[in-house]
């Protein structure tokens, strides 16, 4: 696994596909899902991480069900989250759940942290979206701690009080998974994630650069103020968005009805006005391996890149050749370019074996000077 891990996330939609009216079933959608996520492996991947919906036409309302299936058969891929709605699930469920699936998975786990954007969720579990940062504010510190502490008392505003409470099991090797705080465009997110010293995932879909880039570099910045490290220490993940042929002017013209019929964006800018403005890559493999290089000289080096590559209605056998390209060429071009000129202390990616050998040289540096 290299410095800055690749891989892809996906947010389970079930779409129509514009060229044949065909709209697969629920089981279809989660099977091609897994289907996926094994092929990620194969070809060499990172991570694949999955979305949390409640609501049609999303299918992925159980992430830990789903990592569970695929941990069971895979041997080296992260498995994470691209959504963990913080909000509306309560943070001790949310603990012992990726906890049981860290021990299922050894290690192979993490979490993104996010608000969701879909409104009507939060009633459905007895929340107020007016309350949607206070909450993702209030439920992550008990989170955290729940995580760090055998024995927990806590009283806030949104759940009732814990006494002398346990979650279970414990994190393994007594190391949490590693957090994501994902955020499209809340600086008080960025806070949050700088807060406590976690990374920071940027969508990076559907905004201009200039956007993210504000959000991450507040984030870098209130990394260091709070005694992490240096802003270029801090630990950044960005999204992106592709669609390949071998010959860029096929991709454009077998992505443009998916692209143009799409639930999040069809109907409005065309593709090329989008291609142009945000980081949307339809073309050749060279064509994305130039796009997203440029990633870093807006934002800097940073620890994560994941693809959205199987939405919009795309079916499953052109998201597997989609894969097979980014797998195969894409990637390993990517992962020898960023490797050039990155500097010394800007770290890795996180993995749980990097973690626990940290906090155990940590725990030997406090004996020493005990």
């Not at 050749?284 to 890149?305: A, C, N």
């Amino acid at each position: 696994m290299s410095a800055l891990q690749f891989g892809i996330f996906s947010v389970g939609d079930v779409t129509t596909d514009p060229t044949t009216g065909r709209t697969p079933t629920e089981h279809e959608r989660i099977k091609a899902m897994t289907a996926i996520a094994l092929k990620a492996e194969e070809v060499g991947l990172d991570v694949f991480a999955t979305g949390e919906h409640h609501n049609r036409p999303f299918v992925p309302s159980s992430p830990t069900t789903m990592l569970g299936w695929i941990a069971a058969r895979t041997e080296k891929i992260i498995l994470s989250t691209s959504t963990t709605l913080i909000t509306t699930n309560d943070p001790v469920k949310i603990a012992e759940d990726y906890a049981m699936l860290q021990h299922l998975a050894d290690g192979r786990v993490d979490l993104m942290m996010g608000r969701g954007n879909t409104g009507p969720v939060y009633p459905w579990f007895g929340q107020d979206i007016r309350q949607g940062i206070p909450l993702a504010v209030e439920n992550y510190a008990l989170l955290h701690r729940l995580w760090r502490e055998d024995v927990v008392d806590w009283e806030g505003k949104f759940r009732t009080a814990l006494q002398g409470f346990t979650s279970t099991p414990r994190p393994l090797d007594g190391v949490p998974p590693f957090v994501w705080h994902g955020s499209i465009r809340s600086p008080e997110i960025a806070e949050q994630a700088a807060y406590y010293g976690d990374g920071f995932f940027a969508n990076n879909i559907f905004w201009p650069k200039d956007h993210f880039r504000r959000l991450i570099n507040l984030y870098r910045e209130r990394y260091a103020h709070y005694g992490h490290g240096t802003p270029d220490q801090a630990v950044v993940g960005l999204g992106g968005q592709v669609f390949m042929r071998k010959n860029s002017q096929d991709a454009v013209r077998e992505f443009r009805p998916y692209f143009d019929n799409a639930p999040v964006y069809g109907h409005g800018p065309s593709l090329e006005e989008f291609t142009e403005q945000t980081p949307l890559t339809v073309g050749s493999p060279q064509e994305v391996i130039e796009k997203t290089l440029t990633f870093r000289e807006s934002f800097g080096d940073y620890q994560r890149q994941l693809f959205l590559m199987d939405h919009a209605g795309l079916p499953l056998k052109t998201v597997l050749e989609q894969l097979d390209l980014l797998g195969e060429e894409v990637v390993p071009v990517l992962r020898e370019e960023f490797a050039k000129n990155r500097p010394a202390q800007v770290p890795d990616g996180p993995t749980h074996a990097a973690r626990v050998a940290a906090a155990l040289a940590q725990g030997n540096q406090e004996e020493v000077t005990a």
